[in-house]
């Protein structure tokens, strides 16, 4: 089963050139030769913050804790902590109902996020909706559902529901329909409580590497 350890923060003012500096050339390789496989990052566009969402994947939670309990992770992100603020961590297992293993780099995705508890005794519910309505509606919108997430660690809403695109405009295209207003009065009437949602655009600074990486193959 899939595993995300998303990290959010924001960066510490005056210090961003420095960040980026460190991030990319130190932070990031650490954390995938320590055993995380980094999926995207990036930073919030509409929504609430804090602006910058890092997303990595690891085999299993007890493999996590190995890895954030080493003396070189405690050295790395002590580091990160002089850059940043507002810094917090969420560890999320797929539902198993749509992400297809294994879980993959997106590449300059965009992504629309929605979060959410289920109003408890709904769940049944509540997933005939996401099934039979959400999925094929979004999906006819040109913002497919690609990933369905259960909060086991951190805080906020339990469920996130991941839809991706290509292009900020198809998710502005897709929200600002009849249909697309019609499901989310639904579940908010009927299924969810503390209901948010975040646009993310992507930084490059995981992908850009990542592509370079394949491209250099066989050189």
Not at 4 to 28: C, R
Request: positive net charge.
């Amino acid at each position: 089963m899939t595993v995300l350890f998303t990290q959010s923060w924001d960066t510490v003012p005056g210090k961003f050139d420095e960040y980026s500096e460190f991030a990319t050339h130190e932070y990031n390789p650490t954390l995938e030769k320590l055993g995380m496989k980094l999926l995207g990052g990036y930073y919030v566009a509409v929504g609430q913050g804090p602006r910058i969402i890092a997303v990595a994947t690891v085999k299993e939670q007890g493999y996590l804790r190995k890895i954030l309990a080493t003396e070189e992770y405690r050295v790395i992100s002590a580091k990160l902590m002089q850059l940043v603020r507002e810094y917090s961590s969420r560890l999320w297992v797929s539902t198993g109902r749509l992400v297809e293993e294994p879980y993959s780099i997106h590449t300059g995705a965009w992504k629309f996020n929605q979060y959410y508890n289920v109003v408890p005794g709904k769940e049944k519910e509540h997933y005939q909706f996401v099934k039979e309505e959400c999925i094929p509606g979004m999906k006819e919108l040109k913002v497919p559902i690609t990933g369905a997430w259960r909060l086991v660690i951190g805080n906020g809403p339990t469920t996130l529901g991941e839809c991706t695109a290509r292009k900020i405009v198809d998710i502005a295209n897709a929200i600002d329909t009849s249909e697309f207003r019609r499901l989310v009065r639904k579940i908010k009437k009927d299924y969810a409580m503390d209901f948010s949602s975040r646009i993310l655009a992507p930084t490059g600074r995981i992908e850009v590497p990542e592509i370079m990486k394949e491209m250099m193959k066989g050189f």
